[in-house]
C-alpha cells in the first residue's frame, strides 16, 4: 500500500479547533475542581487591527468556557493608570491570564508595562523571566505564535530534529522566541536554527537551505518561489492588507510569502489567513488554562 501522502496545506484552522476541543475538556476539569480559566484582555487605544485580534481573542475564550476580563482604555489612557491596572489584576485570583495588546500609545513605556506583568500569568511570554526560561529550556510561558509554529509542525508530524530551520525577521515576539525555542534539545525542537534579517547578505542564498522556512519579517509576499528548494516547508507569519480593486472591502490580506509561486515548489505551506493565525489564539488559551491549573497547585 502506498505510504499516505500529508497534506500540502497546513490548516491552521482545523488543527486549533483540535486543540480547542482538547482544553474545554481541561477547563470543564478544573471548574469541577472550582477554578474557572481567568484572561483579561487590554485594549489601549483604537488601532484597526489590534481591535480585531482582541475581539478573535476574547470570543474564543467565550466559547471554550474561559472567563474573559476586557478592558478597552481611551488612547490618552496615562501609564501610571495602566501600570495601575496591571497591579490591580496581578492581584486578582480570578484573573490567571494578563494580555497587554501590542502596540501601545507612543506615550505609554511598552517595556515597562510588560515588565509590570507577574510572570506567573503572563500568558503572552512577553516577560523577560519567561523569555530567560525559554533560552534555558526551563518551563515557561513560551510566546504564543512561536509555540503554534511548533506545535502545528509536531501535530501534522513533521519531525523538526536535525533540520535546518531559517527564520526571516528577528523580532521580539516572533524571530527571536523562536529560535530559542526550536535550538533547545528538547522533543519538537533539536533544529539547526539560522535567523536572517534586513542587514543578511546572500539572502537567498540562505533561504535556498531551509528544510523549514519561517516568513516573519512584515514584508507582504515578500519571499518568492525562486528563494525556496523543492520540497521545503514554509510558514508564513505574515498578516499584510494590501489594496486590491477587485475586492468589495478593496483590500486583500497576504503574507510574507508570495503564494503562488512558493506552493509550486513547497512540500507543505500554511495559508493565509487560517495557518498560524489561529494556532497563536489556539496557545493563548493553552497557557491560560496552564496558568490556572498551576494555580491550583498554590491554592
Ligand atoms: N500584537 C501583535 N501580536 C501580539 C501578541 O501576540 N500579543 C500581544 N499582546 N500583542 C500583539
Known amino acids: 500500500m502506498p505510504a499516505q501522502r ?40 483604537d488601532n484597526p487591527a489590534s481591535q480585531i485580534y482582541v475581539r478573535n481573542k476574547r470570543k474564543t475564550c467565550e466559547e471554550l468556557g474561559i472567563r474573559s476580563f476586557a478592558y478597552d482604555l481611551p488612547t490618552q489612557t496615562s501609564e501610571a493608570d495602566l501600570l495601575k491596572l496591571v497591579d490591580e489584576l496581578n492581584r486578582n485570583r480570578e484573573v490567571h491570564g494578563i494580555l497587554i495588546q501590542s502596540p501601545l500609545p507612543k506615550h505609554i513605556n511598552e517595556e515597562k508595562v510588560l515588565n509590570a506583568i507577574d510572570p506567573d500569568k503572563d500568558v503572552d511570554g512577553f516577560h523577560p523571566v519567561n523569555k530567560g526560561k525559554l533560552l534555558n529550556g526551563q518551563d515557561c510561558f513560551v510566546a504564543c505564535t512561536p509555540a503554534g509554529i511548533q506545535e502545528l509542525l509536531v501535530r501534522y508530524g513533521y519531525k523538526i530534529q536535525g533540520k535546518h530551520v531559517v527564520i526571516v525577521g528577528r523580532s521580539n515576539i516572533v524571530g527571536k522566541p523562536l529560535s530559542a525555542l526550536l535550538v533547545q534539545k528538547a522533543e ?112
Request: proline share 5%; net charge positive; hydrophobic share 40%.
Open 6 to 45: 500529508k497534506p500540502k496545506l497546513l490548516d491552521g484552522n482545523k488543527l486549533s479547533e483540535i486543540i480547542k476541543s482538547e482544553l474545554k475538556n481541561k477547563i470543564e476539569e478544573l471548574k469541577q475542581k472550582g477554578v474557572i480559566p481567568g484572561l483579561a484582555v487590554v485594549l489601549v487605544g
Open 188 to 299: 519538537g525542537a533539536d533544529a539547526t536554527v539560522t535567523v536572517c534579517h534586513s542587514h543578511t547578505r546572500n539572502l537567498s542564498s540562505i533561504t535556498k537551505t531551509a528544510d523549514i522556512l519561517v516568513a516573519a519579517m512584515g514584508v507582504p509576499e515578500f519571499i518568492q518561489g525562486r528563494m525556496v528548494r523543492d520540497g521545503c516547508i514554509v510558514i508564513d507569519v505574515g498578516m499584510n492588507r494590501i489594496p486590491d480593486s477587485t475586492k468589495k472591502s478593496g483590500y486583500r490580506l497576504v503574507g510574507d510569502v508570495h503564494f503562488p509561486s512558493v506552493f509550486k515548489k513547497a512540500k507543505a505551506i500554511t495559508p493565509v489567513p487560517g495557518g498560524v493565525g489561529p494556532m497563536t489564539i489556539a496557545m493563548l488559551m493553552k497557557n491560560t488554562v496552564k496558568s490556572a491549573e498551576k494555580s491550583t497547585h498554590r491554592l
